[in-house]
């Protein structure tokens, strides 16, 4: 199972950004996908997820102003992120679990700039 996550960068705050995170090796529509976050000196936290029947669901911090959804034709979850503010700041990190085993993507840093 591989998990590639990429769009982070640099935004100020009240700014957008959308991570993709691009999956292979699995029956992608099968799964469902995940996003964590990790900022310095945290705990990685659960951001949000999209079931295989495309529902979702979202941390309370985020509600409202990111949007998680999938394409099953290029097998990819995005994130879009309005209305960033400096403690949406963190490594974002997709996730699913495969036969019992949780597999991650390699992080993708956002930084949102006061």
């Known amino acids: 199972v591989q998990l590639q996550a990429s769009g982070g960068g640099l935004v100020q705050s009240g700014g957008s950004l959308r991570l993709s995170c691009a999956v292979s090796?699995?029956?992608?529509?099968?799964?469902?996908i995940d996003w964590y976050r990790q900022a310095p000196g945290r705990q990685r936290e659960f951001v949000a997820t999209?079931?295989?029947?495309?529902?979702?669901n979202y941390a309370e911090a985020v509600q409202g102003r990111f949007q998680i959804y999938r394409d099953n034709v290029q097998d990819t979850v995005y994130l879009q992120m309005s209305l960033l503010k400096p403690e949406d700041s963190a490594d974002y990190y997709c996730?699913?679990?495969?036969?019992?085993?949780?597999?991650w993507g390699q992080g993708t840093l956002v930084t949102v700039s006061s």
């Open positions: 999209v079931t295989s029947d495309f529902q979702t």
């Open positions: 996730h699913t679990i495969h036969r019992g085993r949780a597999f």
């Open positions: 090796r699995i029956m992608f529509s099968h799964y469902d």
